[in-house]
């Protein structure tokens, strides 16, 4: 898969899960699985450009999944769901982070 192609369908898949309120409860959680293969897939492509922040953001992603699992699971807590809210909160502002920083790159590029 190209890198670029890759990159662009990992935007639309972060834009369409944080859009819950918009696309519903069942489209976040289909969007968000594909998102979590398309973290994995990106990962492979950019191993030998990991450092500790980027493992990092794929450390908050996986978590924000598995919390999102967990409240699937134990509907009757709702501690966490409110722990997978704040999570995902915050994977936003990594996850924007990592983009910014990967565009300027990008465009800064000779």
Known sequence: M??????ILLL???????????T???V???VSVFFLILCAIHTI???KKMNWKRWGVLGIILVAFSSG??????EEIPVIIAMHKVISISSVFFLAI???VFHRKLTHQK
């Open 28 to 30: 976040h959680k289909l």
């Open 2 to 7: 190209n890198s670029k192609v890759l990159n």
């Open 12 to 22: 639309i898949a972060f834009v369409l899960t944080i859009m819950v309120p918009l």
């Open 45 to 47: 492509a950019y191993r």
């Open 69 to 74: 699992i967990f409240g699937i699971v134990f």
């Open 98 to 100: 990592h983009i910014f």
């Open 24 to 26: 519903g409860l069942m």
